[in-house]
């Protein structure tokens, strides 16, 4: 199944969408948690949306702007309340034949929103761990019956 923009919620993943490249930057380094990695970073799109891709590791800087390209197994995170489309190590990212997707400025500027999501996925966050959450004591906790 192929994915359209507006469909895409955080934490999903094995994505696959073709889109058009509409900006995409030059390749940097960044540090990360485990290590320095190279990322570079793009707003692409279809007929229902934009969304900012983040391309990881061999992937930077491969895509060209205005190029219409086929992702498959991506997957997807939540950076301010945006959701973001990831492309990595396992993903693929190839050029494609689709004259269904418009133009760039036919392309409409809206973006999926990540709602209040909790992470998830990929590199989310959890919350708890093995020792437990914290959980506010009940008034009526620790109080004896008189």
Known sequence: MVDKVNSLKPGMENVNITVRVIE????????????????????VG?????????????????IKSGSVIKIAN???????????????????????????????ESIPETTPSAGEYRGGGRGGRRFGGRRGGFRPRRESEGEEDE
């Open 46 to 62: 279809d007929e229902t949306g934009r969304i900012k891709l983040t391309l990881w590791g061999n992937l930077a800087g491969t």
């Open 24 to 43: 995409a930057s030059e390749p940097r380094v960044i540090q990360t948690k485990n290590g320095t990695r190279t990322i570079s970073e793009a707003v």
């Open 74 to 104: 991506a997957w997807t995170t939540a950076y301010k309340g945006k959701v973001q489309l990831n492309a990595g190590s396992k993903s693929n990212v190839s050029e494609a034949e689709d004259n269904n997707i418009p133009e760039a």
